[in-house]
């Protein structure tokens, strides 16, 4: 008879604790569990109920496909990752693949570790230009490579456009100069949002019982954003680019 799993809501930054703790992982369904009753040592990551696969408020049909959405500079590296406490980002994200099928949701691929490409969880935002506020509608299951196409502006800077311009050619059957005509109204869009400094909403996570750290203000944004990009050997404050005019473009 097969033994139930206890399971642990496991951060990847606590992975090597909990291991030394005694958790074991399972590969089939990428979770830690104890492998006995009572270990007081794995008792911080003790498993929450799960998040329901729909969040209150959530539109699940909401910027559905693939297609170029970049992020406003006020709110660079500052997603919802970053805004949830660790355990219940690690339990968002497993509600996001599962309701998935672990399937990408934009061309249906699987995880696939020989080609690094992984399965990952990107927002879909609706924006209020009047209020200021930016209100959180969606998550969706992405591959790297469409996660990639979605943040088409870093993948400008990290020197992998023409993978990214590939991709979305290749999922939306758009044709090269369709593609090209999607990116510039993305930026388009990017250039007049990012002129504001947005409020988050973030209710559907509150009201599913999701733990938030204070989202960050807009001043901070900007510092995170600078020292990220800084980390990574890029230039910290770019100007925005439609395709075709040599210059880098953002997220």
Request: glycine residues 6%; contains cysteine; aromatic residues 8%.
């Amino acid at each position: 008879m097969a033994v139930e799993r206890i399971w642990l809501d496991v951060p990847y930054a606590e992975k090597d604790a909990a291991k030394q703790g005694g958790a074991r992982w399972d590969p089939a369904v990428k979770r830690w569990y104890a492998p006995r009753p009572g270990m007081a040592e794995l008792a911080r990551w003790a498993a929450a109920p799960d998040v329901p696969d729909l969040l209150p408020g959530e539109d699940r049909s909401l910027g559905s496909g693939l297609f170029v959405d970049l992020v406003p500079q006020t709110c660079w590296f500052t997603n919802v990752r970053s805004c949830v406490d660790q355990k219940d980002w690690e339990r968002l994200r497993r509600m996001i693949t599962r309701r998935a099928g672990r399937r990408c949701e934009a061309c249906g691929a699987a995880e696939d570790r020989e080609r690094r490409r992984w399965l990952e969880a990107h927002e879909r935002w609706s924006y209020d230009e009047a209020a200021r506020v930016q209100t959180l509608k969606r998550l969706i299951c992405l591959c790297t490579d469409c996660h990639t196409v979605t943040h088409y502006g870093y993948a400008q800077v990290r020197g992998v456009e023409a993978e990214a311009f590939a991709h979305l050619v290749k999922v939306t059957r758009m044709s090269s100069a369709q593609a090209r005509e999607h990116i510039a109204a993305a930026f388009e869009v990017w250039e007049r949002r990012s002129r504001i400094a947005w409020e988050l909403d973030l209710g559907i996570l509150t009201d599913a019982g999701i733990t938030l750290a204070p989202p960050p203000g807009a001043t901070h944004r900007a510092r995170v954003s600078d020292a990220t990009l800084r980390a990574e050997g890029r230039p910290a404050v770019p100007p925005a680019r439609r395709p075709g005019s040599g210059r880098a473009g953002w997220r």
